[in-house]
């Protein structure tokens, strides 16, 4: 929708999310190393807002921040509790957040400058300018051309690089034509075999489609793995190896409807 329309995308972090948290419940912690009260040694702490490594601070971190977008008149797009929207006299803004991450989309620069002035009043914020990187994903924006690019080829290399496949040969197919394969009677589990789909299916999510039927095929065996499946993985990885340039490229003339 934002390479079609022309839209806005910027990204913004937040500075020490869970520190805003405001508790809804009591919670004591001992008085931290240097700053023990000399006079009351052996008292505990009331928190009044969390603390990083407190279970609650992520869920109190983000009701603080969806009380705070619904407040500048931005609902919440149900099942996705990331997603918020403002539709407001034909103009649209888009927040997505991730953690401490937002990712926001306008439709025109003054209501990214709107929704970007209003978090920097509610929370420390650091303004990155137009989204280039979010989540490991790479964008590339031309406006002239109306096009927009999403990578993950820098993903893809530290994955090669995991699995002592960088220097490997390419190949120009992900799996061997007509390949069958069966349940191991039992998983080698000195294969690393689950972790090297589960690598790649990040990648397959994020931007390559195409690796799709490889990944979905080899994910049936992660109960029940050997040597073979090894090797159609090792395969999958030589032709990540040979595609490292595939992105996903939406341009002005892409559709937006799925």
Known sequence: MTAANGWELHQMDVKMAFLNGDLDEEVYMEQPDGYVDPTYPDKVCRLLQALYGLKQAPKMW???????????????????????????????????????????????????????????????????????????????????????????????????????????????TPLEVGLQLVKADESDDALPYREAVGSVKYLMVGTRPDLTFAIGKLSRFFSCYGNEHWVAIKRVLRYVKGSMDKRLVFDKNSSCVL
Do not use: W
């Open 62 to 172: 983000y009701a603080k921040h969806d009380d705070f977008l619904k407040s500048q008149g931005l609902d919440n797009i149900d099942p996705d509790a990331c997603l918020h929207l403002l539709m407001d006299d034909g103009a649209i803004i888009i927040s997505l957040v991730y953690v401490d991450d937002l990712l926001l989309v306008a439709s025109s620069l003054a209501a990214i400058y709107k929704i970007k002035d209003a978090l920097h009043k509610g929370f420390e914020m650091e303004d990155l300018g137009e989204a280039k990187v979010i989540l490991g994903l790479q964008i590339r924006r031309d406006k002239a051309l109306g096009t927009l690019k999403l990578s993950l080829g820098k993903y893809a290399a530290q994955v090669l690089e995991r699995f002592g496949m960088a220097e490997c040969n390419p190949i120009g």
